[in-house]
C-alpha cells in the first residue's frame, strides 16, 4: 500500500496518533509500504515531511493543554481543585513526619540490634546531635547497651531511668510525634590558656566551634597538646558526657604537671628557669601543666622577693619550702593559726639584714623592758593587738623594788637563729633576742652594779616597708 493509505490505517488503530518517522521507514523495512522505486523516494520524503509536521503540532498542542492546567490563573478559577491539592499535600507531609511510640520502640531497637549509629541519632533532635563527634557517642552508647540489652534498655528509657526519655510533640493539630531526647554535655576546658590548647579528636584537629557544640552521651578520648610558657605539654584524655549539663576536660595522663602555688604576700614573685610567671596572693593559683613530674617542676619554680632592705628571698624550690623538715605549724608553738598555717624558709635560702635587724631590735628592746618594769605593754608601740593580748608583762626580775633599781643597757641576737616564714596573712620573722640591763642595788652605796639579762623570743610581722611590728610571742626553746 501506498505512505498516505498506511499512515491512515495507523491512525485509526492508534487513535489518530501520528506514526514517527521511526515506524515508517520500518515499515517500508518491512514491505508494508509497497510503490517504484522513484515514487517511493518522492513519497517517502513527503510523507517523512507531514510527518515531522503533524508531530510538531501535536507536541505544541499538548504543551498549551499542560500549560493550562499547570497554570495559576486555571487553579484561581477553579478554587476546589486548589484545595484538594494543598489537602493532598498536608495529608502526605504528616503522614510521612508522624511517629507513633511503637514506632519510635521498633526503630530504636533496630538501631541497637544493628548496631547503626546514624538510626539512633536520627531518634533525637538535631539539636542534640549537630556536634561532629556525635557519631562516635552513639557508637559507645550502642557498645555500651550491647545488641541483646535493647529491650531492657527501651524499658529504662520508658521509665525515665537514665539520661534518655521520650519526649511528644503535636504539630499541625491532627499529627503527633515521638523522639527520644537526653542530657548533652557542655564540654569545658580546664586550662586558664584556652587558646594554647590544641585538642585533636582521631587525628583530626578541634576548632573552638567544633568544642562548644552540644556533646552527645558517650566515651570520646582526646589528645591534647599545651604550649605555653613552660613548654609543650602532651597527653590523652577520656571523658564521659551525658551525665551532667557540662563536663570539664582535665588534662588526665598528659607529660606535664599542674602546680598549686601556696598562698603567700604578693612580694614573692615565682619564676621558672629565669622567667616571671606569677606572684604570690592571698589565695591559691595554679600554674601549668609544667613539663615533668609534680617534684621536678616544683624544683624548677623559684621563689623570690624582696621586704624592704631586711629581708631577700634568695630563690628556694618551692620543692625546698613544701619539703622543709620544719613547717610553720610545727615551728610556732601556738594557737595563732595567723601564723601556724605557713612555710617556713630554709635558712641557706634568705639574707636577713643584720644591720636593720639590729636597728628594729634597739628601738623594739627598751620599750619592752619599760613594758616589764611597769607591767604595762600598752608603752609598746611598734606591736599589734595580737601581741598586747597575749603578751605576759609580769616579770619580777626586771621590775624596781625598794633595794633595786634596774635600767636597760642594751639588745643583741644572732642572724643564725632568725626564721623566716609566710603564709596568706604576710610574711614573718622569728626573732630570738637577748636583753641586757644593770641591776643597782640602792641601799648599798659602795656596792658595783651587775649585768644581768633575759631572752625573749618575738615572731615579727615584715611590714611592706621592710619595718617590723611584734605580731606574737615565740618559743625559740626548742631550736
Known sequence: MDAKKW????????????????????????????????????????????????????????????????????????????????????????????RTQSELESAYKSAIVSDNSKRLLSLFPKSQTKSPLAKDGADSYIQSIGSDGADSSWDSIVNNDGHISIKSTNYLIFFHRYELTTVTSKLVLSSANQNKVKITYKGKSLTKKDIEKPLFPGTYNFKIALKNEFGTSKGTTTIVAGEGSTVKLNYGNINGS?????????????????????????????????????????????????????????????????????????????????????????????????????????????????????????????????FKDVFSSDNEDVQNSDDTKNTYKSVEFKPDNVIFSFNANGAYLEIPFTVNYTETYTDESDSDPSDENFTQDVIFKINSDGSLTAHNVGDSSDY
Open 7 to 98: 499512515r491512515d490505517n495507523y491512525q485509526k488503530k492508534h487513535g489518530g496518533e501520528t506514526p514517527s518517522l521511526a515506524e515508517f521507514n520500518q515499515a517500508i523495512k518491512d514491505g508494508i509500504i509497497t510503490t517504484s522505486e522513484e515514487k517511493q523516494s518522492d513519497s517517502s520524503s513527503n510523507n517523512a515531511s507531514q510527518l515531522k509536521a503533524d508531530k510538531s503540532k501535536a507536541t505544541n498542542k499538548l504543551k498549551k493543554k499542560g500549560n493550562n492546567i499547570l497554570s495559576p490563573k486555571k487553579l484561581v478559577k477553579n478554587p476546589i481543585t486548589y484545595i484538594i491539592g494543598l489537602i493532598a499535600i498536608f495529608l502526605i507531609f504528616g503522614l510521612l513526619t508522624n
Open 258 to 386: 599542674e602546680i598549686t602555688l601556696p598562698k603567700g604576700p604578693t612580694n614573692i614573685a615565682v619564676s621558672y628557669k629565669g622567667k616571671n610567671v606569677a606572684k604570690l596572693s592571698s589565695s591559691k593559683q595554679k600554674l601549668g601543666p609544667i613539663p615533668g613530674s609534680d617534684s621536678s617542676a616544683k624544683k624548677n619554680l623559684k621563689l623570690s622577693g624582696n621586704f624592704g632592705k631586711i629581708v631577700t628571698l634568695d630563690k628556694p624550690s618551692l620543692y625546698a619550702v613544701e619539703n622543709n623538715d620544719t613547717s610553720s605549724a610545727d615551728y610556732f608553738d601556738t594557737s595563732d593559726s595567723s601564723i601556724s598555717d605557713g612555710y617556713v624558709v630554709p635558712a641557706g635560702h634568705v639574707t636577713i639584714s643584720k644591720n636593720l635587724v639590729q636597728s628594729s631590735l634597739n628601738s623594739f628592746a627598751p620599750q619592752l623592758f619599760s613594758a616589764y618594769q611597769n607591767s604595762d605593754s600598752s608603752v609598746i608601740k611598734s606591736a599589734d593587738k595580737k
